[in-house]
């Protein structure tokens, strides 16, 4: 019975801390700390709250100083008396203390007094010397650290109807640039850039490289765009638009998603962003993002479609730069309502200075519309020198010769032989805008030194891939490239640095200009992609008017997109196959050559077919890249010019 009882309770215990509940240990009281410790803590914890906290304590010192000697000299009676043999009062005793305790010369009028007064004065004064030299060693150091955090650019914008730039790149110069003469007209204009970078280190190199910023002020912060704090350091709420530059490296679409997002988070302004998207995969997740205040720039697309429209006609190039660039003339949005019952075919001749190139009735743009469109209610898309030009415009007067029109009908396009010279990953996007475009018999041929070039599907095009060196003259001899109707040399991006991708480019163009001579009388269209706006000045010596300097187009239209948001429609139909198109044609197939006519002329005469004219080429300057090639865009209705075989009417036309 023994041993079984011993069981039994054993059993018993075992159930009985089984089931019992777990009460959680009590936190240990303080206890084994003094007073003075908790002191110190409470004492190290205040210092730790920076400047004012120092200056708070020195003042708490300074006050305590000074009760404690006016409590003593009351006490003692060493102060001297007054002439009327009184004594001061305690508060004339503590305003005593406080002088001497800031201002040590004070102690030197206190020869007259007893020793036992000066000596204590003196001690006063040693201690108020060691107030105040702690508090200007205080005081000096809270500004210099205010003098770093600002250098960290750390500190809130307040701005107002300002551009937000967020990221940094290369195309943060052009961006800006272009801003600055976009903003000549405004009072005051500001640019804040928002980037992980070194606030004075970005500031340093935008003064290197923007010399001259037209009154335009920049201002930087230090922080990352997808942070919604450090976004909140540029006021983009009460900005007029926010530019999302890509970031590069391995995954740039995430980022500029992730900054859209940011940028969404609880914003209650009505500023429109801009955002570049690098891999078209990605552009319908940052439309969803972006929602109706975000436009999305396709980069790759971009440059694809622009390499295109340029490879087709010599010349192209200079006019779609014009127009993106604010340097120049460029495209705005007007309202006339004195043309209200006129067609569009008359409203062609209303100004002078500007060309008008559309209309958009209920918020739909279209360019080049039939010639018997009623602009009534609608605002006009016009191409003028600047914004500010619009609100003086002069009415054309100049005169239309109609004895030199001729009514010759638009040559049929003929099969074409294209040569592609490299491959990159924009490759892909070129050919299928070039199949979109070519007849049915045309031949391509794609040549490159790196890579396994991978044809998308063709439908107009009879296609051929070689494996070659692009860059040495006699793979392009073999070649032929004398005998092809477009050239486009693009570069290789991806398997070669910037530089080095550039270098083989500029190398391939000399050798190809050399071989095809001049491109004004029908020969090859010769177009190059550029990576480094650098290298565009070297282009120049293989004397190639159509470089496309990819990085740099697309700054350009997204610093016009950040002005006017509108513009996306425009430019996507500018540089696609549906809609109008710019063309390069021969002035022959509107007027007679030789006979002096003026520019409104000509405009009447692409009207008759159908067509806007929005410039002219000049064929004694399409090598001269000082006079934009021979281009100039929106002339003068009244400005005189000579015709010869040549020059080419630059238009709007459906194909």
């Known amino acids: 019975m023994g041993r079984t009882g011993q069981q039994m309770r054993?059993?018993?215990?075992q159930a009985m801390v089984a089931n019992a509940k777990v009460v959680p240990a009590k936190p240990r009281r303080n206890a084994t700390y003094s007073r003075g410790q908790r002191l110190r803590y409470a004492f190290d914890t205040s210092m730790s709250r920076g400047t004012k906290a120092l200056v708070g304590w020195l003042a708490v010192v300074s006050l305590a100083l000074m009760l404690v000697f006016a409590v003593l000299l009351m006490i003692t009676g060493l102060s001297p008396k007054d002439a009327d043999g009184k004594r001061p009062g305690f508060f004339?005793?503590?305003?005593?203390?406080?002088?001497?305790?800031?201002?040590?010369?004070?102690?030197?009028?206190?020869?007259?007094?007893s020793w036992r007064y000066v000596v204590l004065m003196i001690v006063l004064t040693i201690g108020g010397l060691f107030i105040v030299s702690a508090l200007i060693g205080v005081i000096a150091t809270g500004i210099d650290n205010k003098l770093v955090d600002l250098r960290r650019g750390r500190s809130l914008v307040i701005e107002h109807d300002h551009t937000v730039i967020l990221g940094w790149s290369d195309a943060v110069f052009t961006i800006i640039s272009e801003l600055a003469v976009a903003n000549e007209s405004r009072r005051r204009p500001v640019v804040v850039?928002?980037?992980?970078?070194?606030?004075?280190?970005?500031?340093?190199?935008?003064?290197?490289?923007?010399?001259?910023?037209?009154g335009t002020r920049v201002v930087c912060r230090t922080g990352s765009p997808m942070d919604i704090g450090d976004l909140a350091l540029t006021s983009h709420d009460s900005a007029r638009s926010v530019v999302v530059l890509s970031p590069g490296g391995e995954e740039p679409d995430s980022e500029v998603i992730k900054v859209l997002l940011a940028l969404t988070h609880g914003a209650a302004g009505e500023a429109h962003v801009v955002a570049e998207i690098e891999d078209p995969r990605n552009l319908e997740a940052a439309r969803l993002v972006g929602g109706d205040?975000?436009?999305?720039?396709?980069?790759?697309?971009?440059?694809?479609?622009?390499?295109?429209q340029t490879s087709r006609q010599a010349g192209a190039a200079a006019v779609y730069k014009e127009l993106f660039d604010f340097d120049g003339d460029e495209i705005y949005f007007h309202r006339e309502p004195r043309l209200d019952g006129q067609s569009y075919a008359q409203v062609l001749h209303a100004y002078e200075d500007v060309s008008v190139i559309g209309v958009v009735r209920d918020d739909v743009v279209t360019l080049n519309p039939p010639g018997d469109t009623d602009v009534t209610g609608c605002d006009l898309v016009v191409v003028a020198a600047d914004d500010s030009a619009l609100g003086s415009l002069r009415s054309a007067s100049a005169p239309v010769d109609e004895t030199v029109i001729v009514a010759r009908?638009?040559?049929?396009?003929?099969?074409?032989?294209?040569?592609?010279?490299g491959w990159n990953q924009r490759a892909t996007s070129v050919i299928r805008e070039l199949d979109a475009y070519a007849v049915a018999g045309s031949e391509l041929v794609v040549v490159s030194a790196f890579g396994d070039p991978a044809l998308p599907p063709l439908s107009a095009y009879t296609a051929t891939v070689q494996r070659a060196s692009t860059s040495e003259r006699s793979s392009l001899e073999t070649l032929g490239v004398e005998r092809f109707d477009q050239i486009i040399v693009l570069c290789y991006s991806d398997d070669l640095d910037l530089q080095k991708a550039d270098a083989r480019t500029l190398i391939t163009l000399l050798h190809v200009r050399d071989l095809i001579g001049s491109t004004v009388d029908g020969g090859p269209a010769l177009v190059s992609?550029?990576?480094?706006?650098?290298?565009?000045?070297?282009a120049n010596v293989a004397e190639v008017d159509d470089v496309i300097v990819s990085d740099e187009i697309v700054s350009l239209m997204l610093a016009q997109l950040s002005e006017e948001g509108r513009l996306e429609v425009i430019f996507d139909e500018l540089l696609q196959e549906a809609g109008s198109e710019i063309y390069?044609?021969?002035?022959?197939?509107?007027?007679?050559?030789?006979?002096?006519?003026?520019?409104?002329?000509?405009?009447?005469?692409?009207?008759?077919?159908?067509?806007?004219?929005?410039?002219?080429?000049?064929?004694?300057?399409a090598h001269d890249a000082d006079a934009g090639y021979g281009v100039r865009v929106n002339p003068a209705k009244s400005t005189p010019v000579r015709p010869v075989a040549a020059d080419r009417l630059v238009v709007l036309a459906e194909d």
Do not use: W
């Not at 001497?100 to 020869?111: F, I, M, N």
């Open 584 to 621: 390069l044609r021969p002035v022959a197939e509107y007027v007679e050559l030789g006979a002096e006519v003026s520019y409104a002329t000509l405009v009447e005469a692409a009207a008759r077919r159908g067509e806007t004219a929005i410039g002219y080429r000049t064929a004694l300057q």
């Open 409 to 421: 009908a638009v040559t049929p396009q003929a099969p074409t032989r294209t040569l592609v010279l």
């Open 92 to 113: 004339a005793e503590l305003f005593n203390s406080f002088i001497h305790t800031l201002d040590a010369g004070t102690v030197a009028g206190d020869g007259a007094s």
């Open 10 to 13: 054993a059993r018993t215990k």
């Open 529 to 538: 992609e550029m990576l480094d706006d650098r290298n565009r000045a070297l």
């Open 193 to 214: 850039v928002l980037a992980e970078r070194d606030k004075v280190e970005m500031e340093d190199e935008l003064r290197d490289k923007l010399p001259d910023l037209r």
């Open 293 to 308: 205040r975000a436009v999305i720039l396709n980069k790759q697309e971009t440059i694809a479609r622009l390499i295109v």
